[in-house]
């Protein structure tokens, strides 16, 4: 009995040694300290000065219209009349982004209407308010874009992305098929333009409309 005690006795003891003794492995650790995220940063900046030779990147509310830049032309239109306007934006962020225009709040005005507009049949007359006038629907639009390398090319260096009345185009997102690259300064083009058998309908008729540029991470 003594001798089944005491190997019982060991049996724990050598049990006890295993599972709780401290052994001396080698070790090493090592730490990497001070690690940090950082957000990127995607910022559309605007030429306010497309006529000049050096470029003034600028945020809202310094964005220019096109009565800054081509005030007597497009003040005094008429049948025949068309014009090129080219606007320059940048990516001043770090992160890429697709390029978007949007017209938005296209507004007619008849301006109460001038002897030979009131004899065309269906045009709006006696009202000068908004909501009167034909004039959005008679300004042909294409909107195109490109980078710097093909300023003065053919057109056909340019990407079109919409074309069409003002009217028509209007409400209507409108991106370029690839994104800026970071740090890159690219342009987008208005091309405008009235038939010239347009006729006396669009006489001292106006139109106001807003263009917003949008620079998006997300592909469209």
């Not at 009565?67 to 014009?83: A, F, R, T, Y």
Request: net charge negative.
């Amino acid at each position: 009995m003594r001798k089944i005690l005491f190997s019982v006795m060991t049996l724990v003891l050598v049990v006890g040694l295993v599972g709780g003794g401290a052994f001396a492995y080698f070790s090493d650790t090592e730490t990497s300290e001070d690690n940090t995220f950082t957000a990127g940063t995607l910022d559309l900046k605007f030429d306010n000065d497309p006529d000049g030779s050096v470029f003034n990147w600028v945020d809202d509310p310094d964005l220019i219209n096109v009565n800054d830049v081509m005030d007597e032309c497009v003040n005094n239109l008429k049948p025949g009349d068309s014009d090129i306007i080219i606007i320059g934006i940048k990516n001043a962020g770090t992160v890429d982004g697709w390029a978007d225009i949007h017209i938005l709040n296209v507004v007619d005005y008849d301006n109460g209407g001038t002897e030979p507009e009131i004899a065309v049949p269906d045009t709006n007359t006696g009202d000068p308010g908004a909501g009167e006038g034909e004039l959005s629907m008679y300004v042909d639009v294409v909107l195109s874009y490109g980078d710097k390398s093909v300023i003065g090319s053919t057109w056909d260096a340019w990407v079109e992305v919409a074309s069409g009345t003002l009217a028509a185009i209007a409400c209507t997102d409108y991106y370029w098929t690839a994104p800026i690259e970071a740090g890159v300064d690219d342009y987008w083009v208005i091309e405008f333009s009235i038939a010239s058998d347009v006729g006396n309908i669009i006489q001292s008729d106006s139109v106001e409309f807003d263009v917003e540029f949008s620079l998006d991470q997300e592909e469209p």
